[in-house]
Structure formats: C-alpha cells, structure tokens
C-alpha cells in the first residue's frame, strides 16, 4: 500500500467535526467518543497497511476513507448504546444451554428480582432489632429445609461453591480425588485446576474406569478430605467400578475424615417422573452422609445462577466465615430470585412451576402442533428448491445434567442447497431476536422442545427475512 494512501486517512480532528459526527460529542460524551474514533482510524490504517492493493475508486480516496470512516464510527457508537446481551430463540434442543443463559426464571422470580432492583431492601439488616444482619441467612433458610441439610450457603457459581469447600476443611492438606472424576467443566476449566488455586495437595487415585473403595481407604491420611465429583456432563461404560456416596460417607465417618460431594447440576424434582433417567435429588445426596454437597443453582434446579453448599452446620459456619466468602457473595436481584425459586418448590404439591420443568415435561403432541403450524406458516414463503417437512428427533437436558439421556421431540427441518442451508443458518442467528438452530448433514432444523408458541410469529419473520436476502 503506498504512502499517499496512508497519508489521506483523515485526522481524528477531521472525524469530529464531521457534520453527522459533531451532534454525538456534546458534552461529556466527547472523551469516549474520541477514543472510540481513534480506534476505528487504526484499524482503517491496519486494514490498509496489509492491503495489497488500492481501494477501488481511490481517484476520490480521501473522501471515501472519511466516509467508511464516519460510518463505522456511527455504527459502533450505536453498538455500544445499545444493549450488550441479545435475545435469542433456542431452537437447539438443549434445554439448559449454558452459552444461552442456561434456565429461565419463572415469572416469581423475575417480579422478586425486580422489586429488589428497584428497591432498598433488608439485605443485611434486620428490621426487628435494628442491627447488621446476614446476607441471605432467609434464603438459605429455604434451601436447608428443602433438603434436609442442617444449613446452607448460597455463593455466585458451583466452582465457587467446592472451591470454598475445600479450602475450608482441607485447610492446605491433601484432597484424595478418583481419576475418573477429574473432569472438566463448561469452557476450558477443568477441575483439578480449580482445586489446584485451594493450595490443597490433590491425590489422584485408582484409575479412569475404576476406583473402588479400598483405594480410598489406601489413601487416607491425617487431615485429608475426600471429594467425589458426580460425572454430570459424561459417562463411564464397560469394564467400571465406583464407590458408591453413601460407602464412601461410611468409610470417611468412621475413619474421621470430611466427605464433600460435589453433586453438579443438583436437583430438587425426582426427575424420574418426567421419563428421564433416576437421578439422586439433593435431598438423597444428604441422607447418603456426605457432609458438605455443592451444586449450582441454574441447571436441574431451574434458578438463576448460584452455587448452593448444603450440610453439616458446623462446616457451613466455617465456610461463611471464611475470608474470601465475601469474595464469591451474590447480589440481592441473585438472592431474590433464588428465593422465588425456593419459594415455589416449597409451595408445590406437585411439580414446581419453573420453565426448565415445563420445557422438559412438554408432550411430544404439543410439540407436533407447533411443528406443523410453523411449517404452514413458512411453506408458502420458502425459495423454491427447498423442501420442509415434520421429523422425530431427540432433545438433551444441557448444562452438564443427564449426558446421555434422549429426549423424544419435534423437529422443522428443512432440506435444500448446503449453501442456502448454511447462509439462512448464519442469517437467522444475526436476526432480532436471534435464532439459533441446528445444523448439520440433514439439514436446517428447529427442535421444537425449546421453542415457546409465543416465538412462533417471531421465527416465522426471520426465516422470511433470511429468505429475502439469500
């Protein structure tokens, strides 16, 4: 790229007193605003340092690099005006997504939320005497009768949760593991190196497949903590073996050793009664004997983001206590919202209504109704070379929770040319509201099991948008 078209990029002075730019620098929006020019000028400059040509039209460079110029800058300050997070459709089929949002709140919890956001409330003070109180103690309260647990500590996430476990009872001594409960968790953290910043020696026994209980025993030593982690986002088959909770809780107890439990996705329905797989509730987890179970709030639970410690009072009172508790404490629009979540199991007879319940409990009929619907809808306005049709398929739970169980549903797929396939796929995510769907050898599908009937006008516009610009 030669010097003369670098030199005609415009001056960061030019771009503000553009006509279009000048109206948005008034004030105390001037600093930012300048700042966000200079970076979109460098990257102008570093897009045309690498350029192995001229810009087409460069008789008038100058007045097109002001140009792109101005136009990104406007496109990026109306970025950043805008709101950060996105909404999206979920027609993936997995029902806890972490990357979306994992659950939703039920329409409690967003009310207690929003009264607490726009409200003073007693988040640490207690009405009746006056004095400082103890943030989320009611809370708490809630989740230690539910599960049967002598008390409770809610902290911002399940890492938080075993971390501030461990590092409490262990105390810098060792934390006998099984290798095949090493695992790793959403995006690149992996357990071990979780446990690895407690300062805590960590103590890999038995083997990937098997680890029975004489390797524990084996492996005890004075002030040592035994942590088992259950397996939620993958499964062991074939030549295995495991010691079971409550062997585990037996042995530790009588050798006078903490067993803390790191159950995952932690759960308060028997999920059973919605044909998945038996899973332990938290509740179960407790009468097994560990002392301490760790789970998050967001996942089976159907809450918002939380890390839930249930167990004995006394190592509860520890944790609280702990220095850097305070680190992983959660705000009261957390606490409220959790508290409607608690609320509405407590209050239920049957099934809790939370949309996470709901959504794994939707007949295969309603689904099918929908599928059908939308693709009447769709079928008229479909270019002509695709085809749409009603398919079985299988849902997943998501969030690490029920890895290998198959959920009967209903799929939209839609079959045509790999590139229309793949552009629609592309155009529907960059939507408003977004929507994301699969994609894959069969073709563009919607799984119906995570649509709601209210999206259905929504989805039918973006398809029809993306078919417009294919």
């Known amino acids: 790229m030669s010097q003369q078209i670098l030199r005609e990029i415009p001056s960061i002075s030019t771009v503000l007193e553009h006509p279009r730019i000048a109206p948005l620098i008034l004030g105390k929006r001037r600093p930012w605003m300048t700042r966000l020019v200079q970076r979109v000028i460098a990257a102008q400059r570093r897009v045309l340092q690498k350029s192995p040509s001229p810009p087409s039209g460069s008789g008038s460079s100058r007045e097109t690099l002001l140009n792109e110029v101005v136009n990104r800058v406007l496109a990026e300050c109306e970025r950043l005006l805008s709101p950060t997070l996105r909404r999206v459709i979920n027609g993936t089929g997995v029902v806890v997504h972490t990357n979306l949002g994992r659950s939703l709140y039920p329409e409690q919890a967003i009310a207690w939320a929003r009264e607490a956001a726009q409200h003073n409330v007693d988040l640490e003070y207690e009405l009746e005497t006056g004095q400082r109180g103890h943030r989320g103690r009611k809370v708490e309260e809630k989740a230690a009768l539910l599960t049967g647990a002598e008390d409770a500590l809610i902290v911002n996430n399940n890492a938080a949760a075993v971390w501030l476990a461990v590092r409490t009872c262990a105390g810098g ?13 959403g995006g690149s953290f992996r357990l071990h190196e979780i446990l690895a910043e407690t300062h805590c020696e960590i103590e890999e026994i038995g083997t990937t497949n098997r680890t029975d209980l004489k390797d524990y025993e084996n492996a005890l ?4 903590v035994v942590l088992k982690v259950h397996r939620s986002n993958f499964d062991v088959v074939g030549f295995t073996e495991e010691a079971s909770l409550a062997e585990l809780a037996e042995l530790c107890h009588r050798k006078g050793h903490i067993l803390i439990y790191d159950a995952g996705s932690g759960a308060l329905f028997p999920f059973a009664e919605l044909g998945l797989p038996q899973e332990q509730t938290l509740a ?21 983001q939380a890390g839930l410690v249930l167990g004995k009072a006394e190592l509860v009172a520890a944790m609280r206590s702990h220095t850097m508790r305070r680190a992983f404490r959660v705000d009261k629009t957390t606490l409220a919202a959790m508290d409607a979540v608690l609320t509405l199991y407590l209050a239920a007879e049957d099934c809790p209504t939370l949309p996470t319940l709901d959504i794994l409990a939707r007949p295969v009929v309603d ?65 408003d509201p977004a929507v994301v769907t699969r994609m894959n050898q069969d073709g563009l599908a919607i799984d119906m099991r995570t649509v709601r009937e209210a999206e259905l006008p929504l989805i039918v516009s973006a398809f029809r948008l993306a078919w417009e610009r294919l």
């Open 284 to 304: 179960e987890d407790l009468t097994a004997g560990p002392d301490l179970v760790c789970c998050s709030g967001d996942k089976l639970l159907g809450g918002c």
């Open 173 to 185: 001594c060792r934390v006998i593991l099984s290798r095949g409960e090493a695992v790793a968790i």
């Open 221 to 224: 030593t004075p002030g040592s």
């Open 367 to 431: 689904l099918e109704r929908n599928a059908h619907q939308l693709l009447e809808s769709l079928a008229e306005h479909a270019p002509p070379d695709w085809e749409g049709r009603v398919t079985v398929g299988e849902s997943s739970v998501g969030g690490g929770s029920f890895s290998t169980a198959a959920i009967p549903t209903r799929l939209l797929l839609w079959t045509g040319p790999k590139d229309g396939l793949e552009n629609c796929h592309t155009r529907l995510r960059q939507s």
